[in-house]
């Protein structure tokens, strides 16, 4: 029977207006969602091929494109340590189990037995936790090294793709408290009085939302303990690999010294950094002696002015910038005047010290939009494993948050490999990408069950039907084979 070429018409009348009608009940029968009380079905652990977390299969993938194996294998000790687990399998198991949500080193047991674990990581068994214990108790300066090195590999790998004509660097620092007599932990800045803790100072690119490196501390050092160094190695890597891109620095007012503005200046990079009151006195005076302020608009009803100035211990002048904004608010009680800080009932001020030629405004807002890195603070501890300290160690411990930190910078690398930029740059310096928490990514693909058979001899993960998980899986995996 041959088919030959038709065309279909389909002619449209305008229905005449008739008189409306109420809806129609419709019943449904109860059987369709009731049922009566089932009892408890009979419990049974047998050895099955299934798996809770079927979503590493993506990152699996990732971790053969990225060759991280081979990579982490140089973060070894270096006094000739011979263990029975290699550690490129301990760190690469240590990213893992931040990736899924595990913190504790005793909650590995919880999913030991999962195929899906082993294979990505490609073991027919994971160590024991006194084993991964005593590897990261082993741990020396040569693994915490190596270790650093490859996870700033990791971003700078991204920067260079990516070929930013702007990279902005935020530095702060974060605690991380603990209860344990660990080495290295001290009484410092905590929420509960006398609780130890540590004090990591952080680089993060704002672009793309992942830490660049991070500088290991004790709890009770100042924020700009070791800090111009390692600016100065953060800003020196990032321009071996985009030589022409504009690098841009943003701190808070307790990196501010003549010697940090020195580093920068020689180092060529824009800055904007806050500048605390207390430091000099004649600030407060520029303020109250001033009576012409310029609007800059914002949120809230803003206005600034600047000046050119050099403090008397300082060799060279630099650019001031001082910025009230409206802040009505009731002071109940005696009004004690502070030495240095103005003291207004109507306006908020704040200074900032900038090389930027740009407008007022937009250095303001370029300086006030590096509250994004708290964002990725909180994620990696709410979400990740940042906050929690395994051992006893100080090398250990530092390996466990670099891990962590590997763990966040991946999330991100999965995600970019996968979506174009969704934004330009702009003033603010906001992600170039609306990225997906790690906990979004668990809830959506990662912990998902899912089965392993080997139909014709070839190994076939099987999950429950679900059109949105599907989704998601097939647009990760598509995506990367396109790359």
Not at 76 to 91: E, N, Q, R, T
Not at 120 to 129: E, M, Y
Not at 197 to 221: K, M
Not at 451 to 478: I, Q, S
Request: proline share 4%; aromatic share 10%.
């Amino acid at each position: 029977m041959q088919v030959t070429d038709c065309q279909f018409f389909i002619t449209v009348s305008t229905p005449k207006k008739e008189p409306t009608k109420k809806p129609l009940k419709v019943k449904l029968a109860k059987h369709l969602f009731i049922t009566r009380k089932s009892s408890i079905p009979l419990l049974r652990f047998e050895k099955q091929d299934l798996s809770s977390f079927s979503g590493l299969v993506i990152f699996q993938k990732l971790f053969a494109e990225l060759n991280l194996s081979s990579k982490l294998s140089g973060c070894s000790p270096g006094s000739g340590v011979k263990a029975h687990a290699s550690y490129s399998l301990l760190f690469r198991l240590l990213i893992v189990h931040a990736l899924i949500g595990m913190r504790k080193l005793r909650e590995v047991d919880l999913y030991r037995e999962d195929p899906m674990v082993k294979r990505a990581l490609g073991v027919r068994a994971l160590p024991s936790v006194p084993t991964m214990s005593r590897l990261l108790d082993r741990c020396d300066d040569r693994s915490v090294s190596g270790l650093r090195e490859q996870s700033r590999d990791l971003v700078l790998q991204r920067l260079g793709t990516e070929r930013l004509a702007t990279v902005t660097l935020d530095f702060d620092g974060n605690v991380i408290s603990t209860a344990r007599k660990a080495e290295g932990v001290a009484a410092g800045y905590n929420k509960k009085k006398g609780m130890r803790s540590y004090y990591p100072l952080f680089c993060t690119v704002a672009q793309s939302g992942q830490i660049l490196d991070a500088l290991h501390r004790s709890g009770n050092v100042h924020d700009s303990n070791g800090a111009m160094a390692f600016v100065q190695h953060c800003v020196e890597s990032v321009r071996t690999v985009l030589p022409g891109a504009r690098i841009e620095v943003r701190m808070d007012g307790a990196f501010f010294s003549e010697a940090m503005v020195g580093i920068l200046k020689q180092l060529k990079v824009h800055y904007a950094i806050s500048v605390p009151f207390e430091r000099f006195c004649e600030l407060k005076g520029f303020i109250e002696h001033r009576y012409w302020w310029s609007r800059i608009g914002g949120k809230r009803p803003s206005s600034a002015f600047e000046k050119q100035w050099k403090p008397k211990s300082w060799t060279n002048q630099a650019r001031f910038l001082f910025v009230r904004t409206v802040n009505p608010r009731q002071i109940k009680g005696a009004l004690q005047l502070d030495l240095f800080e103005p003291q207004d009932f109507e306006y908020d001020y704040k200074c900032v010290i900038t090389n930027k030629r740009c407008s007022i405004r937009k250095a303001v807002r370029f300086l006030e939009d590096r509250g994004q890195q708290e964002n990725v603070f909180a994620e990696l501890k709410s979400q990740g494993a940042l906050s929690y300290v395994p051992c006893r160690r100080w090398a250990a411990n530092q390996c466990y948050m670099i891990c962590a930190i590997m763990a966040h910078n991946l999330n991100r690398e999965l995600q970019m490999r996968i979506w174009e930029r969704m934004r330009a740059t702009s003033e603010k310096r906001s992600p170039l990408w609306v990225f997906e928490k790690i906990q979004t990514l668990r809830n959506t693909f990662i912990c998902k069950a899912g089965r392993f058979t080997r139909p014709a001899g070839k190994p076939t993960l099987t999950l429950n039907a679900n059109p949105l998980v599907e989704r998601y899986m097939r647009n990760y995996l598509t995506a990367s084979e396109s790359l």
